[in-house]
């Protein structure tokens, strides 16, 4: 049980256009997704918390504009680099909680998608 | 707020090595959770462990062990007889009420293991 997709695994686009990352609860309902980003040979830095229903709240720094995301449902998050550019390539990974309280403590991962903006 | 130490860049090691992978975090939470996972080439997150903040007892599964110790805020992992498979980057990971359940991460220890 606690599977996370996401998709696409692998993403190449030209600069200036938007991307569009998936991120499911396969089996589980998740009240609250994260969306991390990882750049090469370095940590998992957290870019934004979402709960479903309800707007993200960003890290400082991570641009809202920039990065869109949307938790219509209880299985679904999604991520939009909009306008891309070079420097937003990198590894996107997202996780998911069912649980509220301590309980939020357990996250389950994706598997990470790479993008890579040319 | 919080903070993930991981002191260990890189460690390289020949195979049936034991290693241990060192861990010190910061937090002002009297609650709060440690996580370890793996991350090999693929780039997908394994989870390893999770151990909340009551409970001291170290644990063994398999090759891996855990050594928890609330006086020096320290959440070391040991892999005995390490293997080539064993080869990724490892990151230490915390979490607690205080921060909202959000994870901090270490800079995570990136492991080699020879043949």
């Known amino acids: 049980g606690a599977v996370v997709s996401q998709h696409p695994s692998r993403v190449i686009c030209k600069s200036g256009t938007s991307v569009k990352i998936e991120c499911r609860s396969l089996d589980f309902q998740a009240t609250t997704m994260f969306w991390y980003r990882q750049f090469p040979k370095q940590s998992l830095m957290l870019m934004a918390t979402?709960?479903?229903?309800?707007?993200?709240?960003?890290e400082q720094g991570v641009e809202k504009d920039k990065f869109l995301i949307n938790h219509a449902s209880l299985t679904l998050s999604t991520l939009t680099v909009t306008s891309a550019h070079p420097e937003d390539s990198s590894f996107y990974i997202c996780?998911?909680?069912?649980?509220?309280?301590?309980?939020?403590?357990?996250?389950?991962f994706g598997p990470g998608t790479r993008l890579t903006v040319l | 707020a919080q903070k993930v130490t991981q002191a260990q860049t890189e460690i390289s090691v020949v195979e049936k090595e034991d290693v241990t992978l060192d861990c010190v975090y910061e937090?002002?939470?009297?609650?709060?959770?440690l996580f370890w996972y793996k991350q090999p080439p693929s780039g997908e997150l394994v989870f390893l462990i999770r151990r909340n903040s009551f409970d001291e007892q170290n644990e063994i599964s398999g090759r891996y062990s855990w050594n928890f110790q609330k006086s020096t805020s320290s959440f070391n992992f040991t892999i005995t007889a390490s293997q080539v498979v064993d080869s990724a980057v490892y990151f230490c990971?915390?979490?607690?009420?205080?921060?909202?359940?959000?994870?901090?991460f270490g800079k995570g220890t990136l492991l080699t293991v020879n043949p």
């Open positions: 990971a915390l979490t607690s009420g205080g921060s909202n359940y959000k994870l901090t």
């Open positions: 937090t002002r939470d009297t609650t709060y959770y």
């Open positions: 996780s998911a909680t069912s649980s509220s309280g301590q309980g939020r403590s357990e996250q389950f």
């Open positions: 979402s709960n479903e229903g309800s707007k993200a709240t960003y």
